[in-house]
Nanobody, 124 residues
Framework: QVQLVESGGGLVQAGGSLRLSCAASGLTFTDYAMGWFRQAPGEEREFAAA????????YYGSSAEGRFTISRDNAKNTVNLQMNSLKPEDTAVYYCAADRANLGSSDYNDYDYWGQGTQVTVSS
């Protein structure tokens, strides 16, 4: 079955960096655009970033633009999210998701598969 497994979350001070990774299995990775979303307690799931099937196109939510970078390695079936200049408001569970589309989407309803999430906590 399809599995998306996130890693790399943790506790970091404000201004620091984290790199999240998502390993995909059970699907043809290059058939899917990949995305990262996040959800803080009591909040809606929020789009962070997406990358197209080939990795040539990337998209960012307003809170991620300029600080986060999404990338994928189609040889390793992985997608990464490099997060810099972290702020306390970035604290959330971060989810990796797969969208059977070419370009990716900011709408979480478009995604077909989800990982279990990884906690990111940014202290002030």
């Amino acid at each position: 079955q399809v599995q998306l497994v996130e890693s790399g979350g943790g506790l970091v001070q404000a201004g620091g960096s984290l790199r999240l990774s998502c390993a995909a299995s059970g699907l043809t990775f290059t058939d899917y655009a990949m995305g990262w979303f996040r959800q803080a307690p009591g909040e809606e799931r929020e789009f962070a970033a997406a990358v197209s099937r080939t990795g040539h196109m990337t998209y960012y939510g307003s809170s991620a633009e300029g600080r986060f970078t999404i990338s994928r390695d189609n040889a390793k079936n992985t997608v990464n999210l490099q997060m810099n200049s972290l702020k306390p408001e970035d604290t959330a569970v971060y989810y990796c998701a797969a969208d059977r589309a070419n370009l990716g989407s900011s709408d979480y309803n478009d995604y077909d598969y989800w990982g279990q999430g990884t906690q990111v906590t940014v202290s002030s």
